[in-house]
């Protein structure tokens, strides 16, 4: 019997073939990206931490905090910030997931996403960071600039932009086949998301069970971008089941 497998809609959930299948989103994701586009214009000096992206490619970085800012301060509350962010998008996974296996009414999972987004992204304003005061200053002036460069971004022709997905059908295959052997462990129990970042260099974390973050330059080379895949199938067959 032939192999009964998927294929990746660009930056969304992937459709599946058969009846049965492993699924994997590849994303995009304008928050994230907005968030690592102000750290880098506004020259937020972050601490080297695993779970930090380095710089965005193609940026023009800042040599220095905005004025009137706590650096020190600023640097903590970035990362507060950020760490928020990748948590909300692993809820948001996690819940998109949760409302297909269940009998919740979608409008009611929506709703519940909305309020969770509030929470830790709420431009022009940003009241949800209240509590981090200088982080809220810098985010509310640079908001609009990094809205108009992820939209020049995702607006320039498909041949200088990065690609969704940038990693090839063939390679995802090869990576679930091979968990699936390895664990033994049928092809529908594989089901992750990766977040590819266009940022600088060889970079990959793994921010929840079946949730994996990484940097284009790993996506698009096969042998990396197979290992960044089985990353992300194996911890999400160790996730604990979702309600």
Not at 20 to 31: A, P, V
Request: proline fraction near 7%.
């Amino acid at each position: 019997m032939a192999p009964r497998i998927g294929t990746v809609d660009a930056g969304g959930l992937m459709g599946l073939s058969g009846t049965s299948s492993w699924r994997l989103e590849l994303n995009d994701t304008q928050l994230l990206y907005v968030a690592l586009y102000i750290r880098d214009v506004a020259g937020i000096q972050v601490p080297v931490d695993p779970s930090v992206p380095p710089s965005l490619r193609n940026v023009a970085h800042g040599v220095a905090p905005d004025p009137h800012v706590d650096a020190a301060a600023l640097s903590s509350q970035w990362l507060d910030w950020w760490r928020s962010l990748v948590a909300f998008e692993v809820e948001n996974f996690a819940a998109v997931r949760a409302a297909q296996m269940s009998h919740v009414p979608a409008q009611d999972r929506m709703r519940e996403l909305a309020d969770a987004h509030a929470a830790v992204f709420d431009p022009p304003e940003f009241a949800s960071l209240a509590g981090s005061p200088d982080m809220r200053e810098v985010a509310a002036l640079r908001f609009r600039e990094a809205l108009e460069w992820f939209s020049g971004r995702s607006g320039t022709p498909r041949h200088s932009r990065l690609e969704t997905p940038a990693t090839s059908h063939a390679v995802i295959v090869r990576a679930a086949e091979g968990v699936a052997a390895e664990r033994g462990v049928d092809l529908d129990r594989l089901d992750a998301a990766i977040e590819v970042l266009d940022v600088s260099g060889p970079w990959v974390h793994v921010a929840a069970p079946g949730y994996v973050l990484c940097s284009a330059e790993l996506a698009r080379d096969d042998d990396a971008a197979e290992d960044v895949v089985r990353r992300a199938f194996t911890s999400g067959l160790d996730a604990p089941p979702r309600t």
